[in-house]
């Protein structure tokens, strides 16, 4: 053997997909109402849907849903135009398709006696289609979307009876469909947790301390994730668990030794502290100490250390689309509280293009776990019309993901085990974040404006094309 000599690139055996979400696809036919649904979009006050609400406000929401405008309910009417969707899909030549279950649509409102016997069978039928087209599903079990009954009952993850019904609802899924899903994510981006309600089902005024309630809940979302695990085993030992971690991954705004240190600081406890404890299975001693200082105080069972010991996750998923820096005087250690890098160009909502963060990422990630990765979401939301040829030229999108792809190229190169690269998204859809239809990422146009007005129409952007043609040929023409 001659070191220096071998050139690896994208695996035979690669998935290439595309990602989207049951909370801002599928639409509200045939399932319970969530609290992803009463995220209101509210041009005048974009930041306000961000979900985070008190009991009053959600209440508002659900008696008077007319005064609202609620894109998510719609979604992109996935649940009944699937079939021509993923027709679309399996022309773009892809082997892999991330999505999520809708809880409420196996438990429409989380505590039902009995699940959903319809809801179960559409996704049968999901199952089917992707199998018939030869895409590998990839399933996230919770993206973001419980029944609403479940924060206003139990607050959600926060209590035993939460967390319960959530397992039920995962033992529910993971029982009937493991013969077709090889792969999956228990939760969507563990460590995103600033957004208490649709994440972990907080109702915000309703607990004493919110920052105590957040760690309990996330240490309860760790709790579910190993019992899966167990049971995984149990079930279909070909199952793969994989933890998320939405990358938050700072720089250093400057060299200053305060900077620096800083970064490296808030990068453990924003996303290594998660992975830490799915990976290696123990709460790592410097987040022991950060609660100690921080006065953190919640419930952590001897036999629940044991069980998240004995159960770690299998592989990695990472959702990446941009990179920020971190300044010791501007910023605190909360997730996503950042100073733009000035070195990089951004999209409209200031959301900054850095492809070589995504080969920072996969470097300290493999270098300190050593499990496969998957790149769960990468994409750039950008205001998008149809031009007179009924075409959307969106060339920044290719060079986007040309140049992040190239990154995986490099990661793969350097013997970092990516085995699956998933757009997002493959068709736009409404925006999680600020609940829009014009954050447009997909690579298939479709006809809907924010206020839900439009045709529905779907139309292949010239991104498509040029994706396609990256699958066919395994990534040997970027
Ligand atoms: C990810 C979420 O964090 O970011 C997706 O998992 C989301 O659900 C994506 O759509 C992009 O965010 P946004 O707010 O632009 O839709």
Redesign the pocket.
């Known amino acids: 053997m001659i070191f220096g000599k071998e050139k690896k690139g994208f695996p035979d055996n690669f998935l290439w997909g595309c990602a989207l979400?049951a909370?801002?696809a599928e639409g509200i036919d045939g399932r319970g109402i969530t609290v992803a649904d009463i995220q209101d979009y509210d041009p005048q006050n974009i930041d306000k849907v961000k979900g985070d609400f008190s009991k009053n406000e959600i209440l508002l929401r659900l008696e008077h849903p007319e005064n609202y405008v609620f894109p998510k309910k719609n979604g992109i009417q996935f649940v009944s135009r699937y079939e021509e969707d993923l027709q679309l899909l399996h022309e773009l030549g892809i082997n892999c398709f991330r999505m999520s279950i809708s809880w409420s649509r196996i438990f429409p409102n989380g505590d039902d006696k009995y699940p959903n016997e319809e809801g179960l069978a559409f996704y049968d039928s999901i199952f089917k289609t992707l199998n018939e087209r030869n895409m590998t599903p990839i399933v996230t079990i919770y993206?973001?979307d419980m029944p609403i009954n479940m924060a206003l009952k139990y607050n959600g993850f926060l209590t035993k009876e939460g967390t319960d019904y959530f397992m039920r609802y995962a033992l529910v899924v993971l029982n009937r469909y493991h013969h077709f899903v090889k792969y999956w994510i228990p939760v969507?981006?563990i460590n995103?947790t600033r957004i208490g309600l649709s994440s972990l089902g907080i109702i915000k005024d309703t607990v004493s301390d919110l920052q105590n309630a957040k760690h309990q809940a996330v240490h309860n979302k760790f709790v579910c994730c190993a019992k899966l695990k167990q049971s995984a085993l149990l079930i279909d030992p070909n199952i793969k668990l994989g933890t998320m971690s939405?990358d938050f991954y700072v720089a250093p705004h400057t060299c200053k030794p305060e900077d620096v240190i800083f970064a490296t600081e808030k990068n453990r406890l924003t996303m290594f502290y998660y992975l830490d404890v799915q990976l290696r299975g123990v709460y790592p001693e410097y987040i022991l100490s950060y609660f100690e200082e921080n006065d953190v105080i919640f419930d952590v069972g001897l036999e629940e250390l044991d069980l998240i010991k004995e159960n770690t996750m299998d592989f990695i998923a990472i959702?990446y689309?941009n990179s920020n820096t971190a300044s010791a005087e501007q910023n605190t250690y909360a997730i996503g509280d950042s100073t733009p890098n000035p070195y990089l160009e951004a999209n409209e909502?200031g959301?900054s293009i850095n492809p070589s963060g995504l080969l920072n990422t996969l470097i300290h990630c493999w270098d300190r776990y050593n499990v496969p990765i998957m790149i769960a979401?990468n994409?750039f939301?950008q205001i998008e019309y149809l031009d007179d040829n009924d075409m959307v030229d969106d060339d920044y999108r290719i060079e986007y993901i040309k140049q992040h792809l190239k990154m995986i190229e490099k990661a793969l190169n350097q013997g970092i085990d990516v085995f699956s690269y998933c757009l997002?998204?493959p068709i736009d859809?409404v925006?999680?974040?600020?609940s829009e239809m014009k954050?447009r990422?997909g690579i298939i146009y479709n006809d809907v404006d924010d206020s839900g007005h439009g045709s529905g129409k779907r139309v292949p952007k010239k991104s498509y094309f040029w994706y396609q043609n990256v699958v066919k040929t395994n990534g040997r023409t970027l």
Request: proline letters at 0%; charged letters at 15%; glycine letters at 12%.
């Open positions: 979400s909370k801002q993206h973001d969507n981006q995103l939405a959702s689309y909502w959301w979401e994409g939301g997002w998204s859809m925006s999680s974040g600020t954050k990422y």
